[in-house]
């Protein structure tokens, strides 16, 4: 990633931040990659957790009123985070590889819908989300 500045970081919105912690976490993750194959256990230690602070913000700016999805991925993230830390303790690549093929799914699933001009959540999906999560909080 690029040298960011406090007034650049300013000037985007949510969708194009979440972008950004997406491209940040994929960089993160094939650091800790080619680290870990280097044995190089310190900047792989180092850079799978920056991947982990990274999603656990993702988490944070997640907005649970936007319906069904937000509570995906923050599923989503929590496994990920798991296997970060799993990936850690065994410096394992292949786990680390794992979570980077996640992330660059989700991330290119959110850049077309940014390019397209789509919102994340459309109205329909937030119809049907509300019935679920009304169908979630009974069943409790």
């Not at 190089?40 to 799978?48: E, F, Y």
């Not at 991330?107 to 989300?129: D, I, R």
Request: charged share 25%; glycine share 4%; hydrophobic share 40%.
């Amino acid at each position: 990633m690029d040298f960011l500045t406090e007034e650049w970081i300013y000037q985007k919105n949510s969708q194009q931040l979440t972008a950004l912690l997406y491209e940040g976490l994929m960089e993160c993750l094939e650091e800790a990659i080619a680290a870990m194959k280097q044995k190089d256990h310190w900047k792989a230690n180092k850079q799978l957790q920056k991947g982990n602070d990274i999603l656990r913000r993702l988490g944070a700016g997640l907005r649970y009123d936007a319906g069904i999805i937000a509570h995906q991925l923050d599923a989503l993230y929590n496994y990920m985070a798991e296997r970060l830390i799993e990936a850690n303790m065994k410096k394992d690549v292949t786990v680390a590889q794992e979570v980077l093929q996640l992330t660059t799914t989700i991330a290119t699933a959110w850049n077309e819908a940014l390019k397209s001009g789509v919102s994340p959540v459309q109205p329909a999906h937030k119809q049907k989300a509300a019935a679920y999560e009304q169908f979630i909080t009974y069943e409790k």
